[in-house]
């Protein structure tokens, strides 16, 4: 006799506030999935989505650059540079472009290997920071990694390889959890597991935009999450250590601040519709 998969994810439902957070995060997308410049216009909304999206996770990575700026860096086709002349965090800004701009081809293999698809994520991300043989790779025994939001050691590579093992798992069996909760749980997963080393945040971001675009929760990609995030930055590395650190509660906490941001990302992609309609 067999006993059914305990649903994990499905029972995040039950920690205080998650489910009224997921709520109001799926009543502010579906607002803005119901505007009328969709109808015509979405592709256009999907790669503002995009650039706003792509420059805010920069933002939250230490890179940051005025949205009017990039885009007329991006605009002139030439290589970007920041008002503080930091090299490595022009590289950082180029690398969310990218990664961002590319985002809908990892779409296929996430369906089916998230592994797989986090491997291109890095690529995508840090190819202009690292070297070939570091990109995409799981970082070894002993490598140096990344900490920008403080969240103190890093699991070994041995805890970091099994966990993603489950959290591949996870992602490839049905659950009744909604896609907040699933977003929340791989975007944190990722910033404590820091895989790769570097770009941690960038990954984990764009991993957590494709679980809302996959699972229809915003299937065009036209809201912009990562600018939620960069609104909430105050809190935001605070809610991953209690993600962290923080037992249950921290990971109510986590999911209700992903939440939130997820509301203001549908809000950005709400401005960016009336923006384009008065044109």
Do not use: N
Request: hydrophobic share 45%; net charge negative.
């Amino acid at each position: 006799m067999t006993t059914a998969a305990t649903d994990h994810l499905a029972a995040l439902l039950d920690l205080p506030g998650v489910t009224e957070s997921v709520s109001r995060a799926r009543t502010a997308v579906d607002g803005l999935l119901s505007h009328r410049v969709l109808r015509r216009r979405s592709a256009e909304v999907t790669a503002e989505s995009a650039l706003r999206g792509a420059r805010a996770s920069a933002e939250l990575e230490g890179a940051g650059i005025e949205l009017e700026r990039l885009r007329g860096q991006l605009r002139g086709g030439g290589t970007i540079t920041l008002p503080s002349k930091d090299e490595r965090g022009a590289r950082v800004v180029e690398g969310a472009v990218r990664l961002h701009a590319d985002l809908g081809s990892v779409l296929g293999a996430w369906k089916h290997s998230p592994a797989q698809a986090l491997a291109r994520l890095h690529v995508l991300a840090a190819g202009d920071l690292v070297g070939a043989d570091a990109l995409g790779r799981p970082r070894a025994v002993g490598a140096s990694y990344d900490d920008p939001l403080e969240l103190g050691a890093a699991p070994d590579p041995l805890e970091v390889s099994a966990r993603l093992d489950g959290l591949s798992r996870i992602l490839t069996t049905p659950t009744r959890a909604p896609a907040v909760v699933v977003a929340a749980v791989v975007h944190g997963e990722l910033l404590a597991l820091r895989v790769f080393g570097s770009l941690d945040g960038l990954v984990a971001r764009a991993a957590a935009r494709l679980v809302l675009i996959d699972r229809g929760f915003d299937p065009k990609a036209v809201s912009a999450p990562e600018v939620g995030h960069s609104e909430l930055h105050h809190d935001y590395a605070e809610a991953a250590r209690g993600y962290v650190h923080g037992g249950a509660a921290g990971v109510a906490g986590w999911v209700e601040h992903c939440a939130s941001a997820i509301a203001l990302g549908a809000r950005e992609g709400t401005a960016v519709c009336e923006a384009i309609a008065r044109t």
